[in-house]
Structure formats: structure tokens, C-alpha cells
């Protein structure tokens, strides 16, 4: 199977961490972020909107990360990542949809792009009220973490996988040194939020994370530790 990603995309992010923690080999297809190459006929025929993750897998071409991940827990079914039970599957597709279609629109296009773009100091108001949403919808989040600490059910599942790539890249661009004037409150996110906290952890304690890690962000991470 062959991936289609840049790295640093969350949406592509899931379908990493789904492979690995599935054990589903993949060729990983790294591609600059410009529309030249996302909106490239060729592309385009993988992903219609020109958007990673695709794949391809034999004849088959997919886009639309939750349905990746559907499509490989279906042909790969150990370890599911949306639920044993039917009421498990509902459950997590549940928020799988919540978090695709609430809080990554507040996420997306209120904190992470105008953060990205460099825009965020001359659009604060934007990015505020994108903040107090944020937070609005962490708190909802936060109080109906599972017992077990993952969001549905005991065991990691595309829930998990969907929510974590939506929100470290809005714990990693919200705490920026410039962007904390804006006091967008992400940096007291550990104390605020403490059960999911403990679920940051819990994933970045699966041995099949670490793989995972964005090379790009690593490759920052190294540079910044080699200034300070
Ligand atoms: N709903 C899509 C969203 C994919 C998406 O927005 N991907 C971004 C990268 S994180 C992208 O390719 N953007 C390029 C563009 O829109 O031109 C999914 O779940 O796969």
C-alpha cells in the first residue's frame, strides 16, 4: 500500500497511526505542500479535492482519512480501531464525526491556519474567539473522556487517533513564543484539562507512536534544542 502525505498533515498523521498500531505495512509517498503538486491531475485522480491522505492499495484509490481508516480496519481486522460491538462502532464513529465536523472547523480555520500563515498577531480577534471555542469544546471533550482514559470504550480506536492529530497540532502552533501574548490559554492545557492530559500520554506511551512523530516537526524540535 502506498500513502500520499506531507508531513506535518494531521489528517495524514491518523493514517500513520492507524497503520502502525494495526501493523499494516506502507510505503509512504512524501510530497511538498504546494498546489502545483496537490491539485496535479494525476493527484487528483487518487483525491479528488487534491487533499492527503490518499492511498492506493492494488487497483484501489482512497481519500477522506476516516475513510481510510475505515476501509483498513475492514481488510486488516485485528486490533479494530472502530469498536467489537455495534454499539462500540456507532459510538466511536460518533465522535469520529464530531471531531471532523465541529471542532476541527473551529481548529482548522480559526487557530492552526492564521497561526501557520503568520497572520494570527493582526487577525487576534479571529483567533481568540477561535480560542474561547476551543476551549468551549475541550471542556465538553474533557468531561466525557472514558472511564478507561481513551474516549470510547478500553482500547485505543479511530476516535482517539481522529482527536489526537486535531489537537497537537493546535497544542503545538497555540503555544508558539509569539502567539502566547494572544493568551489563547493552550499553554495551561495540561492543568485545565487533566484527564485528557493523561490521554496525551497514554498515546505518546504506545509503543507504535513514537514512528509516527512528524518528521518535519522532529527535525524543528531538533533545531530548537540545538539553539537553546
Ligand atoms: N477531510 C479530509 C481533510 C484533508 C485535508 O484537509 N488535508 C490537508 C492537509 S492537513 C490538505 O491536503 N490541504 C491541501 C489543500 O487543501 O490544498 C480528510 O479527512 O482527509
Redesign the pocket.
Known sequence: MKLHL?S?????W?IQLACELKGIPYDAAYMQ?S?EN??APAFVELSP?????AIEDGALAL????A?MAYLDAVHPERPLFGTTAEETGRIWQKCLDF?LYVSADF?PNIIAPILQGRALDESDHVKRGAEIAHTELAKIEADVAASGWIVGDNVSAADVTLYTMIEPVLRFGTKPEVLKLNLGFDTFAGRYPKLQNWRQKIQDLPEYEATYPVYWREVDQQMAAAS
Open positions: 506531507f506535518g498533515s494531521g489528517f495524514a491518523r505542500p498546489q496537490l491539485k479535492r487534491g487533499k492527503v491522505p481519500s477522506e482519512s476516516l481510510i471532523d482548522i
